[in-house]
């Protein structure tokens, strides 16, 4: 099976190497089969259990910095940066 899957993904593995291949992915895979066994079911008694709203932080009203300090460094004076087009 890893040979196959060596196969399609095009790589190039020597015997030894396809041997250590094998028993990573044994382990991957018992490790996922673990994985599954965790209960994953939502209650939303437990959600957000750890949080507490005493220990937030108090919204504060805050100045934000100037439009004209943020453009200064662009290059487009319509009030927006733009960047090089990257896709076709």
Known sequence: MVKY???LSKLKFSEKELEE???QMTG???LMD???EIDISYDPLLDNKN???NDLRKDEKK???PTEKI???AVNS???FVVPKVVE
């Open 78 to 80: 319509n009030n927006c």
């Open 51 to 53: 949080i507490y709203l």
């Open 5 to 7: 899957l060596a196969q």
């Open 71 to 73: 453009l200064s460094n």
């Open 21 to 23: 291949v094998a028993k």
């Open 34 to 36: 673990k994985v599954k």
């Open 28 to 30: 991957i895979i018992s």
């Open 63 to 65: 100045e934000s910095m």
